[in-house]
């Protein structure tokens, strides 16, 4: 699951636009601490068993900090954490995936480099070489270690959003691999996968009806344990915000 600690709606914060990538992956990391793992708690999964890092994540051409959740779950079970996520966070969409799915109709690119050297910087050097490499290629990535992951990602229609088939995008992000300067990567692996957002339209739901028809309704357990939590982040992020003054009117 790749989402963002940020909120994207519900918040009154004009200069988080502005704010730095470290004032953003240090927001990311308290969150991963202490609010993540009770939202997993929260869908009766032990917290224990998944994975939470703070990395770069690309959406746009823009990098900022991200958090990558992975661990075992069935299908259904990381759909409810995903909107789980995305409720809390107040984020517009989720994206969950599965790149040992082979099955799976989404094409995707990973793209290693050499131990320690995919940070911030490099990865958005790269992200912009791919989108000079072949427009299309600088709609999002994702990053776990030492790999930036690129998938061809669907809207509902099942029509990629970079509109590219997964040959171009996977030739592209090979081709972009081949010519980029130090650290110098290679790509690693590249075929199918699964892939999907789950999402809420802020704007018209502006309680989160889209994740709670998927938690089971407003007035489920899950989503009354999610509301308990949501206040937690509020303090957490007005805390925050005021530190860093994201809240101050332009």
Do not use: C
């Not at 954490?81 to 969950?96: E, H, K, M, W």
């Not at 799976?104 to 000079?132: C, H, I, M, W, Y």
């Amino acid at each position: 699951m790749s989402y963002r600690a940020t909120p994207s709606a519900g918040f009154h914060l004009p200069r988080l636009a502005q704010a730095s990538y470290v004032d953003r992956a240090t927001f990311s990391a308290e969150v991963s601490k202490d609010i993540v793992p009770k939202i997993i708690t929260a869908n009766g999964i032990d917290a224990a068993t998944l994975r939470t890092e703070v990395t770069p994540g690309g959406y746009l051409l823009k990098t900022n900090a991200s958090l990558q959740t992975e661990g075992d779950l069935d299908d259904a079970a990381a759909d409810r954490l995903a909107g789980s996520l995305g409720y809390v966070f107040r984020q517009y969409r989720v994206l969950t995936s599965r790149l040992n799915d082979t099955t799976g109709k989404t094409g995707f690119v990973v793209v290693r480099f050499p131990q320690g050297s995919l940070n911030a910087t490099v990865a958005q050097r790269f992200f912009e070489a791919a989108d000079a490499t072949k427009k299309g290629l600088g709609g999002g990535y994702a990053v776990f270690g030492d790999e930036q992951i690129f998938l061809n990602a669907k809207n509902f229609e099942g029509k990629p959003y970079s509109g590219l088939d997964d040959a171009s995008f996977q030739d592209g992000l090979s081709r972009a691999a081949v010519s980029f300067g130090n650290p110098k990567p290679k790509v690693s692996s590249l075929g199918n996968a699964t892939a999907h957002f789950i999402g809420n339209d802020w704007q018209r739901s502006t309680r989160g009806e889209g994740y709670q028809t998927l938690l089971g309704g407003p007035d489920s357990e899950l989503v009354r344990k999610l509301d308990e939590i949501s206040r937690y982040y509020a303090f957490l992020l007005a805390k925050t915000a005021d530190t860093n003054g994201w809240a101050k009117d332009e």
